[in-house]
Structure formats: C-alpha cells, structure tokens
Nanobody
Framework: QVQVVESGGGLVQAGDSLSLSCAAS????????MGWFRQPPGKEREFVAS????????YYADSVKGRFTISRGGAKNTVYLQMNNLKPDDTAVYYC?????????????WGQGTQVTVSS
C-alpha cells in the first residue's frame, strides 16, 4: 500500500504562482510514476501532468502547458507541481496519484486533494 498526501494549496490572485507538493509513504518501491489531476467545481476530474520516475517522460494537459511544471524530488516518493501565471479556470481540488506500473495511464493510489482557488 502507498499513502499519498498533497500540500501547498491556497487562495491566490490571477497571475500569481503556487507550488504544490506530494509525498508518498509506505511501499514506495512500487512507485514508477506520479501524476497530478484536478477537479474544478461542478466538473469531472481531469489530468494535469505526469512524470515517469526515470525523469525521461513528462506529460501535460494542453490547458497548462507552458505554465505548469512537474518535477520529482531526489527521493522516489516526492513530486512537485509548480504553477505559474494562474488563471481563475485553474481553480480546483488538486490530487496527486501514484502509478505502480510506469505506464502513466493507470493510478492506483490517490491523495485526499488540496484546494487551489484563483481569484480574478
């Protein structure tokens, strides 16, 4: 089992930056990729960004390309999401998830989420 905890959310103004952190614990040897997802108010959860643990593959949703950057910490169990030039449409609960297979397509472990609110 892997436990996932996000942190770093908050209330910011449009154009501001915010950094989210995600730490996984437990069976971290089974982590081969991690991703960020978000669920805007009244909408379904959507993909934001993902990274393979080799560091060679990173993927972004079109809506965040050029503004968000996913990176991993030195340890295998941490990942970050740097969000720049935030827009009101970025308002959502942001979730971190763990991929134990390395495909970046299926995530078995999820955090509880952290709220990001961007005011105009």
């Amino acid at each position: 089992q892997v436990q996932v905890v996000e942190s770093g959310g908050g209330l910011v103004q449009a154009g501001d930056s915010l950094s989210l952190s995600c730490a996984a614990s437990g069976r971290t040897s089974s982590i081969y990729g991690m991703g960020w997802f978000r669920q805007p108010p009244g909408k379904e959860r959507e993909f934001v960004a993902s990274i393979h643990w080799s560091g060679s593959n990173r993927y972004y949703a079109d809506s965040v390309k050029g503004r968000f950057t996913i990176s991993r910490g030195g340890a295998k169990n941490t990942v970050y999401l740097q969000m720049n030039n935030l827009k009101p449409d970025d308002t959502a609960v942001y979730y971190c998830a763990v991929d134990p297979r390395g495909t970046l397509l299926q995530y078995d472990y999820w955090g509880q989420g952290t709220q990001v609110t961007v005011s105009s």
